[in-house]
């Protein structure tokens, strides 16, 4: 089966982190700082904690569809993604989500998380990397 592709996102960066980032269609476009430098923007990691939380509470909802549970509109996913440095390793990630169900008992809320977190795309990213390359684009 040829997988189909639903969305692609074009990001156009300048400056790294202390420079902007923009979208194709204009959606994002914002202004980026070093995280914890106090200047005006966001970092990567927050970006990246916005699109998984967003994707897996997306992801949550398909599950509780499933089992024909109706999700309390309270329902909430908070992501933190820790940047950190070793000698070894030098920089690299670690993230977590913390997810609240309200009024949806617990052994059922866990079966929800673990059905979304096999099937959110980020999730999924997160366990066993993802297809990606990095290529040289000469200018024209």
Not at 44 to 50: G, T
Not at 99 to 118: K, N, T
């Amino acid at each position: 089966m040829t997988a189909k592709t639903l969305f692609t996102a074009h990001v156009h960066t300048v400056g790294g982190r202390e420079g902007w980032t923009k979208s194709s269609d204009g959606q994002l476009d914002v202004k980026l700082s070093v995280p914890g430098s106090n200047r005006p923007g966001t970092n990567p990691e927050q970006l990246f904690a916005a699109g998984w939380s967003a994707c897996f509470e997306g992801a949550l909802g398909h599950a509780a569809r499933e089992r024909g549970i109706r999700l309390p509109t309270e329902t909430a996913v908070d992501a933190e993604v820790n940047l950190s440095l070793d000698e070894a390793e030098g920089y690299f990630l670690t993230a977590h989500l913390n997810v609240s169900i309200p009024g949806v008992a617990d052994d059922i809320a866990q079966q929800l998380i673990d059905r979304a977190h096999e099937t959110c795309p980020y999730s999924k990213m997160t366990r066993g990397g993802i297809a990606a390359s990095v290529a040289l684009t000469i200018p024209a």
